[in-house]
Nanobody, 122 residues
Framework: QARLEESGGGLVQPGGSLRLSCAGPPGMGNIYALAWYREAPGKQRELVAVSVRGGITKYADSVKGRFTISRDNAKNMMYLQMNDLKPEDTAVYYC????????????????WGQGTEVTVSS
């Protein structure tokens, strides 16, 4: 698939907010499931949030209530609004295309983009 391009990361103080964007190729808005992952230094990549076409959303427990995933299908865009950021949110964030079935998200492949780096620090 065509590359997804993440943007919006940066350095933010604890308690602050950032909005990440993911720009996809034409047709991304028609993909059933999109997701945000993150990879913190020294840790495995983890699934952060899932947005299923039609309105279903899922979040990792660590971000529930603070992060909101959304998508603008007409613009082939996906977003991650991150509020009340904590130092443990520091990571490179990646967007992803995949499938969602029986409550599980599955990436289409293991080809990851450059991501966008989020650093939460005072």
């Amino acid at each position: 698939q065509a590359r997804l391009e993440e943007s919006g990361g940066g350095l933010v103080q604890p308690g602050g907010s950032l909005r990440l964007s993911c720009a996809g190729p034409p047709g991304m808005g028609n993909i059933y499931a999109l997701a945000w992952y993150r990879e913190a230094p020294g840790k495995q990549r983890e699934l952060v949030a899932v947005s299923v076409r039609g309105g279903i959303t899922k979040y990792a427990d660590s971000v529930k209530g603070r992060f909101t995933i959304s998508r603008d299908n007409a613009k082939n865009m996906m977003y991650l609004q991150m509020n009340d950021l904590k130092p443990e949110d520091t990571a490179v964030y990646y967007c992803n295309r995949g499938a969602y079935y029986q409550g599980n998200y599955t990436p289409w492949d293991d080809n990851w983009g450059q991501g966008t780096e989020v650093t939460v620090s005072s």
